[in-house]
C-alpha cells in the first residue's frame, strides 16, 4: 500500500487511514503527509518532496531532451551523374 500523498510504500501495521464523509479512502505514511494534505489542502505534484513532483520533473525534462536539432544550415540535394 502506498501514501496517498507522497507514493512513499507503507509497511503493514503503520500509517493511518482516513476515510472522507463522499467515501474516499486516503492512506498516509506520516502525520506530514496528512496534514499537507487534509488540513494544508497542497497538492502532492507542487510539493517537491513527494514522488509525483519527482516523476512530473523528469518528464518535462524528457519531453525537453526528445526534440529534434534544428539543422543550422539549408542542406543541398547531391547531384547524381
Given at each position: 500500500m502506498d501514501c496517498t500523498?507522497?507514493?512513499?510504500s507503507i509497511p503493514l501495521g503503520t500509517g493511518k487511514m482516513y476515510v472522507k464523509v463522499d467515501g474516499r479512502v486516503f492512506y498516509f505514511c506520516s502525520n506530514k503527509c496528512e496534514k499537507n494534505m487534509i488540513k494544508l489542502n497542497r497538492i502532492p505534484r507542487n510539493t517537491r518532496w513527494t514522488a509525483e513532483h519527482a516523476r512530473q520533473k523528469a518528464g518535462i525534462k524528457a519531453a525537453k531532451n526528445t526534440s529534434k536539432p534544428e539543422a543550422k544550415g539549408k542542406t543541398k540535394p547531391k547531384k547524381e551523374e
Open positions: 500523498f507522497c507514493g512513499k
